[in-house]
């Protein structure tokens, strides 16, 4: 229940937070290198990574669920014990490719 409730939660929170990010790039990145700045002074700060690292957490938990909703679609996984660690996983993966994410772009 509670991976299907993140589900949710992380589609809404991508399409609410994650479109008024997108936007306020695209709209930085139109109104020339002074608002860009500004963005991107924001995004750097401690607040604007909390938000990037929330948007990258919700993509990887909800492609995660979304990704075991798809096994369950096609009529595999609905054994209890196979559903319940999928259950458990998805979360834990989904956390373990934000952390791998934010290295890789700490690295680059």
Known sequence: MLVSILHRITGDGMAIVGLGVLLWWLGA???????????????????????????????????????????????????LDANKMWSIASPIIAIILTAAFWAAIKLL
């Open 29 to 79: 990145l139109a109104s020339g290198p002074e608002a860009y700045e500004t963005f991107q002074a924001l995004a750097t700060s401690p607040l604007g990574y909390v938000v990037l690292v929330g948007l990258s957490w919700a993509f990887f938990t909800h492609m995660c669920s979304g990704l075991r909703h798809f096994v369950l679609d096609i009529g595999a996984g609905y054994e």
